[in-house]
């Protein structure tokens, strides 16, 4: 079975400085790898995603993320973090296949809080 | 606002009572799911419709649970007896097909009483 796992619950980051969300995989297949983040008592809002090609994919927002296969890892980064990107993240991984197993599989997220 | 709608937005109900929550998808997206949020953990996948079938159900979908996408439009979730554990968010996505991403809704936020 596939899942998450986002190793940090909290994290705090000064405003400007640089960020990095950890986020591990299980998934038998070739994975479509996902983050997403929502604010408080809002839904997902999609942020970047990986299909396949370019292992380093840029998102919305100033994000990036990197996929590397042989660490199941794929880690969101941000050079300069700003007050407004405080909020909770979520790392997901779906079947490639787009099959009958189709759900995405989440995280338990990490809670970005940003320091003035 | 062509995004995915879900109504109501919040839902406070009492113990044993029936609710039912409401999933607008975007218009052209024939994958419809739910998933349920409690607080401090990411989503989990309840049930998934390709236009009006229900292809998989989670273990977490109890049979007080039913969902239906009758015209492979808009889809419903209800909950029968809900019990206090039932409270939580429950958010709805939709995607195109194979290889796109899915759309998540505002979600419906239930608190069971």
Known sequence: ?116 | DTGVSQNPRHKITKRGQNVTFRCDPISEHNRLYWYRQTLGQGPEFLTYFQNEAQLEKSRLLSDRFSAERPKGSFSTLEIQRTEQGDSAMYLCASRFGKGTEAFFGQGTRLTVV
């Open chain 1, 1 to 116: 079975a596939q899942s998450v796992t986002q190793p940090d619950i909290h994290i705090t980051v000064s405003e400007g400085a640089s960020l990095e969300l950890r986020c591990n995989y299980s998934y038998g297949a070739t994975p479509y790898l996902f983050w997403y983040v929502q604010s408080p008592g809002q839904g997902l809002q999609l942020l970047l995603k990986y299909f396949s090609g370019d292992t380093l994919v840029q998102g919305i927002k100033g994000f990036e993320a990197e996929f590397k296969r042989s660490q199941s890892s794929f880690n969101l980064r941000k050079p300069s973090v700003h007050w407004s990107d405080a909020a909770e993240y979520f790392c997901a991984v779906g079947a490639y296949s787009g099959g009958g197993a189709d759900g995405l599989t989440f995280g338990k997220g990490t809670h970005l809080i940003i320091q003035p």
